[in-house]
């Protein structure tokens, strides 16, 4: 039992730090797991406990790296649990966790393709979340972004962890877009209660296949002044000129978020993304394959891939 106990304690660990991309998990339930989702205290004595333990034994950590690879139940109770919630948006900085991992060297070699135990065959299910983009529902999915006080909204919202990864702000401002959000106005609905500040959902300025597109959007705050009537506004058009009617304000901040679009509407046809690059900025050496998107359940399932992999994939069809 004791050692049961600890394996779990370590996979906590494990996936807060970003291994596995945060996201790899199947099936497979601990005895333990409701006592330690029951019991904060017990779950944050192994935390301090078994991290540092874990990274003075290579071989105790490549074994639980396998082991939460096979732990859907787990994972679904903790993302449930308001504690381990908690824990989680302090332990998803990514700088303090270079710091705990003992060097950048063994993060750096984690987050490659050569040694990171992705299974192909092993799908992940993340939440989508809809918006809109010229009129039309856009659905998409946030896996980072660079506010960590944004990071634990987005995580409580979905139910899912948002990772926290600064180095987003590093991204050249060319290299991004727009992401329209509601501070107040038009109450929220749909399963999330609108958008982050539970007002009506984001609005986007661009959809893939547009030159201007970027998956890594620059949040712009939107907020109806005290003498107008909020409406619902579903296109940046519509924003701009509210604005300039002098009925709200909009003010850009200084994070950025990633997040890749998954579904949209182009020429009147409804689109599907079916490869993610870059879907975690810090791991830019996995790729996700689109297997399935349930729109009226709000799910996308991937794939995830090393490029590495990939490549490999891609010889042997060519040369079988």
């Known amino acids: ?45 192994w935390m301090d406990t078994m991290m540092g333990t874990m990274m003075n034994d290579p071989g105790l950590r490549e074994q639980m790296i396998n082991e939460m690879v096979k732990n859907q139940q787990f994972m679904q109770d903790m993302m449930q649990n308001s504690q381990m919630m908690e824990m989680m948006s302090n332990m998803m900085d990514s700088s303090m966790m270079s710091q705990k991992m003992q060097g950048q060297d063994m993060m750096n070699g984690m987050m490659t393709g050569s040694e990171m135990p992705f299974n192909p065959d092993v799908q992940i299910t993340i939440p989508m979340i809809d918006g809109y983009y010229n009129g039309e529902k856009v659905y998409f999915i946030h896996t980072e972004i660079s506010d960590k006080d944004m990071a634990s909204m987005m995580s409580m919202m979905v139910n899912f962890p948002t990772l926290h990864v600064s180095n987003l702000k590093n991204i050249s401002p060319e290299e991004t877009s727009r992401v329209y959000v509601f501070t107040n106005g038009i109450s929220g609905s749909g399963p999330y209660g609108g958008g982050p500040f539970m007002y009506q959902i984001d609005v986007f300025d661009s959809i893939p296949e547009q030159i201007e597109y970027s998956q890594f959007r620059v949040p712009h705050l939107v907020t109806w002044n005290d003498n107008s009537t909020p409406r619902l506004l579903t296109s940046v058009e519509e924003i701009l000129q509210a604005e300039s009617n002098g009925e709200l304000t909009i003010q850009q901040t200084e994070n950025v978020v990633n997040a890749p679009t998954i579904v949209w509407k182009s020429g009147g046809m409804e689109q599907r993304a079916s490869m993610i690059q870059r879907m975690f900025e810090s791991m830019p050496e996995i790729e996700s394959e689109v297997t399935n998107v349930d729109v009226d359940n709000y799910v996308v399932m991937l794939k995830m891939h090393s490029q590495s992999s990939m490549a490999m994939m891609e010889k042997e069809v060519v040369n079988p």
């Open 1 to 45: 039992m004791t050692s049961t106990i600890i394996t779990v304690s370590i996979g906590v660990g494990l996936l807060f730090a970003g291994f596995l991309g945060g996201y790899v998990i199947a099936e497979q339930t601990y005895s333990p797991r409701n006592m330690m989702m029951n019991d904060p205290q017990t779950t944050t004595q």
